[in-house]
């Protein structure tokens, strides 16, 4: 070990003198180190080509071993083993997830042959008995998964670091048990991982030709990184934190091309432009075209009604063959009677003879009115007249047709009431207006105004018909402008624990949104019920796209009721909690979602040794002392650094977020770990660096200029930036980590593969932190 004062470089007091004598002999001996490395820039690197042959061979063992264990459905198989299923039945399905990675096992299931008949609707219905060729489908994410474990041995081989470090990163990934458990299986994360490891991969190829700008290779890694993380975000739309990272180096880099006096010379401004105009190319406009054009093949493909309908407009619906809704609408006329169902609870509007009590729990009152309330059953308390404003003439009642706009009024047939709202506080929601019903008299005269209500259809046109079943609109209250309104929340026993309704003054809501389920007054063979048969009607791709996405987003924000298993994003790097995936009561087998907590736990332990060493550099040059030479920092903050953004980026937003979370959304984010990890190892346990005489150092940087590009691009390969350096530390530290991690991932290896079963002794011996496992009694 050096000592202090010959590893250290005192900045800013008075320099020590030093000798000069030597020191023209050294930089000459460096030039023709230099100059030697040109007669053979290319050099085989045959350690790195067997160790990434060695590790690609272990990764696709470790991922399709006993891929067919268990022959039954697991876990959110349901889910997406059902969408491959609709996607060959061609059937509309709606899910929170872009369609890329669903689309990828119908790609599967077709080159399979299979039909789609098994929707897959029960954890731990057996494949066999129903002919699914579940091991093609798993398959695909084992493939993605095992192309993930090189890929991360490649991006550190890309990078420049040393065969120990590579081998580091890759192992942590290829001995991972949830990295395993999630790729084994009919889910989406591998897919995701992969690409995510893909664009990471492209944009260190595409960072390298940096010297070399718009030529051939550069345009094809600058395409391919944006293709690579279209793909990401096409599976999963956490796939936008691989955008931020890419792109925040990205903008480091331009802002370095801006600089004028960067070492390669200034750039014009035209030029500048022609870099900033190809990476918006090629990291914005081509990733969105490619995402788009996922969306077209879903819409392509899955033109026949399903259970997807629900969740779009009537619009949609209506570009779907077989769609029963657009097939049993029928136009609403003034004096027919109709049922009143909300979109989202699916209760009716109800009405019975009962009064709201005087005064509520919390003191407030009532106005003691005809309680009006939601009611999921069938009854004749759901049926309502609806009445123009003014009365038509009785000879002149039938034919006229409700129409978007209209003002109407809603008599209760039962109780033969009016249904009104007014400024008295509906029970649960003081800010919300009451609903009631008045008697007809008083809703002819004195209360008139407070009975009219307008029809405002979704995305309805002016004048255009209400209709039953496909008419989704908003029942907007004409003198208060309050939308009716409905929640999940029951009323007290006096409200026979059915839905309250009430006004909601946030008339945009979505969930103000009711339809016409039936018009009982229509006679069975009455001429409005004949259908004529129907075209499915044609629907822009855009405007598909955008009410698609809105549904998603609305959806996927709305995942926020618990669940057994649910997880907190400071429990993922410490592995405090994993998921159960399966159980089989007879053999004790049991699939257990848990990464390798050995692993897991090193990863996360030096993430915080770089943030320490990052932090102490940062305070020793505050002081005025450089630990460390500007080449090595420079790789330190710029690559490390990277890796330490890729994993923050996509870690840290899960805290923003207050939907349902799991462990495996930190697989991408662990990956980035790993690469931190390997980093590191190198950097910890490799020879200090030379830290040389200021003008020895700026004579080197001249030396350089002399040198050809081709050698110059030679500095990046780690042999030659650590050429005559020991790598025994390094090797030793990799190796203890590898074995380690191996035998972690050998030890919880019967819950990531199901198999064998374990005793109770052996699955206690296994709650390290208190997994919530089966069979541990």
């Not at 085989?44 to 006993?66: C, M, N, Q, V």
């Amino acid at each position: 070990m050096a000592s202090p004062s010959s590893t250290l470089r005192q900045r800013g007091g008075q320099k020590e003198k030093k000798q000069m004598d030597g020191k023209a002999d050294h930089a000459d001996a460096y030039l023709d180190n230099v100059i030697g490395s040109t007669k053979k820039v290319v050099t085989p690197e045959w350690d790195y080509k067997i160790a990434l042959l060695i590790i690609t061979i272990l990764s696709f063992i470790t991922r399709f071993w006993g891929i067919s264990h268990p022959n039954e459905v697991v876990f959110d198989e349901v889910h997406f083993g059902k969408f491959a299923s609709y996607y060959l039945q061609r059937t509309y399905f709606f899910d929170v997830h872009p369609p890329f990675g669903k689309l990828l096992f119908a790609l599967m299931g077709w080159f399979v042959g299979y039909d789609g008949h098994f929707l897959f609707d029960n954890i731990g219905d057996s494949y066999i008995a129903n002919k699914v060729p579940y091991v093609a489908f798993r398959a695909m994410p084992a493939l993605m998964g095992a192309l993930t474990v090189p890929t991360v041995f490649l991006i550190m081989w890309e990078s420049g670091y040393s065969l120990p470090a590579a081998v580091t990163a890759a192992g942590l990934v290829l001995f991972d048990n949830a990295h395993i458990g999630q790729t084994r299986l009919i889910l989406l994360d591998a897919t995701l991982v992969f690409f995510m490891a893909l664009s990471v991969l492209s944009y260190v190829r595409f960072y390298k030709f940096r010297h070399e700008p718009f030529g051939r290779k550069w345009w094809k890694w600058l395409l391919l990184t944006g293709v690579s993380m279209s793909c990401v975000i096409s599976t999963k739309y956490v796939g936008a934190f691989t955008f931020f990272t890419i792109g925040c180096a990205v903008l480091i880099d331009l802002w370095d091309l801006l600089d004028v006096n960067r070492k390669g010379g200034a750039l014009s401004m035209p030029t500048f432009g022609k870099h900033f105009a190809a990476r918006a190319v090629g990291f914005i406009v081509v990733p969105y075209f490619f995402y788009l054009f996922w969306f077209q093949v879903h819409f392509s493909i899955l033109y026949r009604s399903g259970p997807g309908d629900d969740f779009m407009t009537p619009e949609f619906q209506e570009t779907l063959s077989d769609n029963a809704m657009a097939a049993s609408a029928i136009d609403i006329q003034y004096y027919d009677t109709i049922t009143l169902r909300h979109k989202e609870t699916k209760v009716y509007l109800h009405s019975h003879a009962d009064k709201y009590p005087l005064r509520y729990d919390d003191g407030r009152i009532s106005s003691q009115g005809q309680q009006v309330t939601g009611y999921p059953f069938a009854d004749t308390n759901n049926h309502w007249q609806i009445l123009p404003p003014q009365p038509f003439g009785e000879d002149n009642q039938l034919g006229h047709a409700v129409k978007n706009g209209d003002l109407v009024q809603l008599r209760h047939l039962v109780t033969n009431t009016m249904l009104l709202t007014h400024d008295v506080a509906s029970p649960f929601y003081p800010t919300n207006q009451e609903f009631t019903t008045v008697s007809l008299d008083l809703a002819a005269g004195e209360r008139h105004n407070d009975t009219l209500f307008e029809i405002r259809l979704e995305q309805g046109k002016a004048g255009q018909q209400f209709k039953s079943v496909s008419g989704h609109f908003k029942l907007v209250h004409h003198p208060t402008k309050v939308a009716m309104w409905t929640h999940t929340t029951p009323l007290p026993d006096w409200g026979y624990k059915q839905a309250e309704i009430n006004g909601n003054k946030n008339v945009q809501q979505s969930s103000n949104v009711w339809f016409v389920e039936e018009i009982p007054s229509i006679p069975a063979d009455s001429p409005r019920r004949v259908k004529e048969t129907r075209k499915p009607k044609h629907m822009p791709f855009l405007k598909k796209y955008f009410e698609l996405q809105r549904a998603m987003f609305f959806h996927n924000n709305a995942l926020t009721s618990s669940h057994p298993y649910a997880s907190q994003p400071f429990q993922w790097p410490f592995l405090l909690r994993g998921v159960s995936f399966w159980t089989q009561n007879e053999t004790r087998q049991q699939i257990y979602f848990l990464g390798n907590p050995v692993g897991y736990w090193i990863a996360s332990s030096l993430l915080a040794v770089f943030a320490g060493i990052v932090g102490a550099d940062q305070l020793s040059k505050r002081r005025g002392i450089d630990a460390l030479d500007e080449r090595t920092r420079s790789r330190l903050y710029n690559s490390t650094g990277f890796f330490f953004l890729c994993w923050a980026a996509h870690y840290l937003p899960f805290y923003l977020m207050g939907r349902q979370l799991f462990l495996h959304h930190y697989l991408p984010a662990h990956l980035a770990s790993t690469l931190v990890t390997g980093a590191l190892v190198e950097f910890v346990f490799n020879a200090e660096p030379i830290i040389e005489d200021e003008t020895v150092l700026t004579k080197k940087d001249d030396l350089r200029k002399k040198v050809p590009a081709k050698a110059r691009k030679a500095f990046q390969k780690a042999s030659e930036r650590l050429k005559g350096q020991s790598m025994l530390a390094t090797w030793a530290a990799s190796g203890v980590i590898l074995a380690v991690t191996i035998w972690g991932w050998w030890f919880f290896l019967p819950l990531t593969y199901g198999k064998p079963g374990l005793t109770i002794e052996q699955v206690n011996a296994r709650k390290w932190l208190g997994y919530d496992l089966h069979f541990a009694k």
